[in-house]
């Protein structure tokens, strides 16, 4: 089973900050991963697929980059409604979830 | 509008069963696999199973197969998730979830229901 290990677990940065990400995964997926946002109490919303495509109405400060076993998921410019916790998902090799990544306002 | 709503869940003790249904519309639903989707109480995602659009594919994570049974009825627009033997690790959020591109695999997930709770506890 392939394992997917984000860090850092948690962060805090300030409103306009550059926040990235970081997913690896334990062998290659190629480009098969994506990212979601889910917000205090909410569902889990689909932000970019394999590796790098925005969903559809997601803002353009989000991006994600990578193939292979190492990924990013960037916010440009952190906004106050980006606090959230973000996960990974590769759907290369069976479909695994990273521990998430809880983001902050500072 | 796309829309997913779970059905189904409740307290039950260990070693019992449980049916939850996901209940599709504003899409066309034999055009799609679909996934169910677990959050035991504050932690992360974990991925369950997945159907493709006619049930040839199925796929399980390790934690249940063998004890939980994926399916859908494409006439009516229902997808199920059969789960037996459970046990209190099994407690969590169970949210139904369409995939974003495939009918033929199940690979991520572009619409989510609001999810059903499961609590596993004698």
């Not at chain 2, 869940?9 to 899409?27: D, E, I, K, M, T």
């Not at chain 2, 959050?39 to 939980?68: H, M, T």
Request: aromatic residues 12%; neutral net charge.
């Amino acid at each position: 089973d392939i394992q997917m290990t984000q860090s850092p677990s948690s962060l805090s940065a300030s409103v306009g900050d550059r926040v990235t990400i970081t997913c690896r995964a334990s062998q290659g997926i190629r480009n098969y991963l994506a990212w979601y946002q889910q917000t205090p109490g909410k569902v889990p919303k689909l932000l970019i697929y394999a590796a790098s495509t925005l969903q559809s109405g997601v803002p353009s400060r989000f991006s994600g980059s990578g193939s292979g076993t190492d990924f990013t998921l960037t916010i440009s410019s952190l906004q106050p409604e980006d606090v959230a916790t973000y996960f990974c998902q590769n759907y290369n090799s069976g479909l695994s979830f990273g521990g998430g990544t809880k983001v902050e306002i500072k | 509008e796309v829309q997913l709503v779970e059905s189904g869940g409740g307290l039950v003790q260990p070693g019992r069963s449980l049916r939850l249904s996901c209940a599709a519309s504003g899409f066309t639903f034999d055009d799609y696999a679909m996934h169910w989707v677990r959050q035991a109480p504050g932690k992360g995602l974990e991925w369950v199973s997945g159907i493709n659009w006619n049930s040839a594919n199925i796929g399980y994570a390790d934690s249940v197969k063998g004890r939980f049974t994926i399916s859908r009825d494409n006439d009516k627009n229902f997808l199920y998730l059969q789960m037996n033997s459970l046990r209190a690790e099994d407690t969590a959020l169970y949210y139904c979830a369409k995939d974003g591109t495939s009918p033929n695999n199940y690979y991520y997930m572009d619409v989510w229901g609001k999810g059903t709770t499961v609590t596993v506890s004698s």
